[in-house]
């Protein structure tokens, strides 16, 4: 296991840099995916609630 | 354990919860979901331009507007008279269309009718009863009210109380439930007049003065509707009643009892017979949440002193809570337009309004439609001094909502006034061949 770590770490610095930036592309991606989904969620609650809040509102009057 | 069997577990109950969670989404977040935008779309519609001939000389007014009390928010089911100098105007006043047990019947006076003149000069409550469709009779100037009380939830009405005041709607006698004589007929031949209450009582009128006569919808022999929901009228019958003091009514004949209606209005032909309309739910295949090619108006025409009807079908409404009126011997009706004819007649998710109709023998001819939208109609008609005055209730008219929307999650209504020229009335129903 050690070994292994090792011969990661001999790897050349132009393979990091190029690692680096996939990950950075590919973080960058998952945050907007994030967003997305967030966004999404809060549009399909507000669909969800409102006609339960509005007739539940009434409802209870 | 080993960390390769539990990695497998769970990734095993990551899948099952993604799945639990997508089966959830489909059946249950997705439809109300989808019915959420629904309601949004409702709300951001806007309400067609409404345009009248000059000739109608149309003017319309509010005369109760919502209000900010939301528990009285929902005005509804109007009826109007003309009474000693003064338009009374009646109405529900409830939280919204379905049940309401602290809903009550609201009375307002008016000396013309104008903006800002209606004043409440009674109201009428049964004690945890939801109380809807008041009908207003003068009969030998005892001010009578009938009314039904509603059970159920989704309202389905069967049986009608009355009330009366004396002393010109300043106070009422105490609600009590209506017994008319039905006459039943066993397969023997026999007949047999019974005392029974649950028939639901529409507007009655007279041609003389003398005897005043109304439709009344319901079922005969004993099955009398219980608290479970009515199914829009499903297999009641209407009959004919008459009564010379409002009390007691008996039976004149059966009017139409093919198919399942109610809300049947009458009034007097030339030759001293009834012209009539009533509301069917379906005539052939079931229908109502999502309405039904059957569903439509009847026009029934009595002959040999209103003991024998014939009946023709219309099919382009199901003239709702309509008010039935004479001019210059012909027919007129303002009542619900279902903007039809359409294959889901009566679709809760569809748009109504309430409107002017000529009423022919055979057919209905709509004339106009009155600024209306969502859950509407329920009118009462007064024809003075050459106008007529037709009174209606609607959502708020800066909107369009269907009658769905309208009736349980924006269920702010007002009553409103709506005035034509008589003569005005009779040209344009020529114009678009309502003319006889």
Known sequence: MTENKKEYRDESQEEITGANTNTNKKTLKSKVKFAAEVVLMIIIGFLTFYPLIIFGSNFLL | MSEKTTLEFLAKKKKIVKITVIVIYIILIS????????????????????????????????????????????????DMIFYNNSFYLIHA?????????KGSLVIRKSRDATVGSWKEVA????????????????????????FLPNWNFDPGPNTTYYTYSDDGFQTFSTPKELEVNIT???????????????????????????TWYVLASGRKYG??????????????ITVLLSSMDGFHWKEVSEAYTRFGNGEACLDFLPNG???????????????????????????????????????SSDFQTRLDGATLFTL?????????????PRDDMGNHFAKKRTAFYEVLNDRLVLLFDLPSNGDTAYTGVVVKDGSVYACYYTNLINHDYAWFVGLAFFPKTEIRMAKVSVTGLLAFADSIEGGN
């Open chain 2, 31 to 78: 439809p109300i979901a989808f019915f959420g935008s629904w309601l949004v779309f409702n709300q951001i519609r806007s309400p067609p331009d409404y345009n009248y001939d000059p000739i109608l000389q149309f003017q319309d007014w509010t005369v109760v507007d919502a209000g900010n009390n939301r528990s009285e928010q929902h005005k509804s089911n109007t």
């Open chain 2, 93 to 101: 006043q409830t939280k919204w269309h379905l049940q309401d047990t």
């Open chain 2, 123 to 146: 109201k009428i409550n049964v004690p945890d009863t939801d109380v809807r469709d008041p009908k207003f009779v003068d009969i030998h100037g005892r001010l009578f009210v009938y």
């Open chain 2, 184 to 210: 039943y007929t066993y397969s023997n031949g026999t007949k047999e007049d019974v005392l029974t209450a649950g028939w639901n009582l529409w507007r009655p009128k007279t041609p003389d003065n003398i």
């Open chain 2, 223 to 236: 099955n009398v509707a219980d608290s479970s929901h009515d199914e829009d009228v499903a297999n009641t």
């Open chain 2, 273 to 311: 017979e009834i012209i009539s309309t009533y509301r069917v739910g379906s005539m052939g295949l079931p229908g109502y949440a999502f309405g039904t090619p059957h569903g439509g108006t009847i026009i029934g025409i009595s002959s040999d002193n209103f003991t024998k009807w014939c009946f």
């Open chain 2, 328 to 340: 210059n011997n012909r027919t007129f009706a303002v009542g619900r337009n279902h903007l039809g």
